[in-house]
């Protein structure tokens, strides 16, 4: 049974991929940092569900991207080898503030949780996965993976930028060891995240007209995102390695679509 290891499960994107990689029959172990409630009612929906022979419960564990001793906690717990490592965990423009008020500690928060934690994580599961074969995908954003936004922090762009080249740079590594990367950039996914950044302070008719703005003219819900990841950890997407691929419903190939209708 192969492990998957998914940070950030307990809400949008990652919990839709705790969802998927359970119901396919992996063994699944997820992260939260202030999700422990949710992690533990999604533990508990996917358990009373009907299991398949061999089934194991979903584990959840702590861990503080910020913190590389929690890292290092993280990884005493998680005994078996990662076949699959999602980097899914990230702090925004907006959720940042809620952490501090200082304009330098954002901006380091920032870079360390988005960028320098998922590199740490891969090295953990790195030694293991160059003996197994394993696949590794790096969550970014549009912003900054694929383009930019002004209405965003700079280093919010910039780490979301860091991740895309570190899957370029980690792919051209591993050329000739058994281990894919990838990167998927979303782009205005129904998430607590895109909602504290960008939609939770408009009103109902201003929620409206910005949604109206973008292309497709809706949001993106995030098992939608959840399916793209799942199908690059299929050995038909061996083909794809080093890919930063843009899922953003055509923002990013048209980010002024925000601003000119």
């Known amino acids: 049974m192969k492990h998957v290891l998914i940070t950030g499960g307990s809400s949008g994107i990652g919990l ?3 969802r998927i990689f359970y119901k396919d029959g992996f063994k699944v172990s997820f992260t939260y940092r202030s999700g422990q409630k949710a992690a533990n009612e999604l533990i508990d929906e996917l358990s009373a569900e009907p299991q398949q022979p061999n089934t194991i419960k979903p584990e959840a564990f702590f861990w503080d991207a910020a913190d590389k001793k929690s890292l290092d906690e993280l990884f005493n717990q998680i005994t078996a ?11 925004g423009t907006a959720t940042v503030k809620k952490i501090t008020t200082d304009e330098y500690e954002q901006d380091r928060l920032l870079m360390q949780v988005n960028a320098v934690s998922p ?9 293991a996965m160059k003996e197994r074969s394993g ?3 790096n969550v ?3 912003g900054g993976g694929i383009t930019q936004f002004p209405n965003f922090t700079t280093a919010d762009g910039m780490s979301k930028s860091a991740v895309a080249f570190m899957t370029r740079q980690l792919a051209a590594e591993f050329s000739f060891d058994p281990v894919n990367v990838f990167a998927v950039c979303p782009g205005a996914v129904e998430t607590p995240m895109f909602g504290a950044s960008t939609l939770d302070h408009l009103s109902a008719d201003d929620r409206k007209n ?13 098992s939608e995102i959840a399916v793209i990841i799942r199908w690059l950890c299929r050995p038909e997407a061996v083909s794809m390695r080093g890919a930063v691929i843009d899922a953003s419903l055509g923002l990013g190939s048209n980010p002024g679509a925000l601003f000119t209708k």
């Open 210 to 222: 910005l949604i109206n703005r973008l292309p497709g003219q809706r949001l993106i819900e995030p």
């Open 119 to 127: 590199l740490w994580l891969i090295r953990k599961v790195l030694p």
């Open 16 to 18: 839709e991929l705790v």
């Open 140 to 142: 970014s954003s549009v």
């Open 135 to 137: 696949t590794i995908v």
């Open 81 to 91: 080898p990662v076949d699959i490592l999602i980097n899914n965990a990230g702090l």
